[in-house]
């Protein structure tokens, strides 16, 4: 089978393909047969900045083709999704069965991979921020796989006030059709506007202080990116504010009923139009370091998806 990795820390460029035996299920394990991977800023920057050569996981979609021991709820044939945390890039992977959940029919390969994990981040990022009726919301990495879909769920549990934070103007019109009223760039935290109810910050790093120092009085941050930062408790004092971190891969060994509630309830609101990935575009597996040019550019509308 074909299989992207890298022996080096670096740029796209350290991406190459090679071929691979394809791997057996171990106890609790599916084997799929890859159709789409989507690439997330993690494992871009993990590539970049990361100690040394990894596996490069991430959410995959495709078609069951064997099963190790023990597994039960998944057969031989059945369409899928969910998080690889293994090697992902290729034309076969292996999912831990609890972390792999049934594609409905009707959906596209493509879909399933810009919804559930990015959708299963949106989601609990929405339930940390605890965002009430009319309160205002900025959501930072708006145009992102996860952004894209935090700003129309921020929308749908009844935001006023939606403001999207992006690093380019161009992508100003993407946020604007997800249901963003307002538009502002990173560049410029001084004309963010009036201060905010809850920030959904996915970006971290150096943006993360002018996001808190974006809070109304009162106001909570979620911190779901891989950037980092650090957050002065001063800030967070002179206005009220908290701020929470979210990572979803907690929440799946932790509360497991959590997260297959939530994973019911991105499939409904798919189903019924009103939750609509963003798919960038797909490229061919082979061309990865393009993928990831991509995202490392700031470039990308939605998610980027790797076909094989």
Known sequence: ????????????????????????????????????????????????????????????????????????????????????????????????????????????????????????????????????????????????????????????GGAGRLVAAVSRPEKAAFVRGLGADEVVLYEDPAAWGDPYDVVLDGVGGELLGPAVRALATGGRLVAYGSGGGTVEAYELLVRGASVTGFQIRAVAQGRPEVFEGWRRELWEAYADGSLRPAVHGEIPLAEAARAHALIEERRNLGKVVLIP
């Open 1 to 156: 089978m074909l299989r992207i990795r890298h022996e080096v820390n670096g740029g796209p460029d350290v991406l190459f393909a090679e071929e691979a035996a394809v791997p057996a299920p171990g106890p609790g394990e599916l084997l799929v047969a890859v159709e789409a991977v989507g690439v997330t800023l993690p494992v871009v920057r993990k590539v970049r900045e990361g100690a040394g050569a990894t596996p490069l996981g991430g959410e995959v979609a495709g078609t069951v083709a064997a099963l190790g021991e023990g597994v039960r709820g998944f057969a031989i044939g059945d369409r899928v999704t969910g998080l690889c945390f293994g090697h992902g890039y290729a034309e076969y992977a292996l999912l831990a069965a609890p972390f792999a959940s049934a594609v409905p029919d009707g959906a596209g390969s493509a879909d399933a991979v810009a919804l559930v994990r990015s959708g299963l981040v949106a989601q609990g990022v929405r339930e940390a921020g605890q965002i009430r009726p009319g309160e205002s919301v900025l959501v930072t990495a708006a145009a992102s796989g996860v952004g894209s879909l935090a700003l129309q769920l921020a929308r749908a």
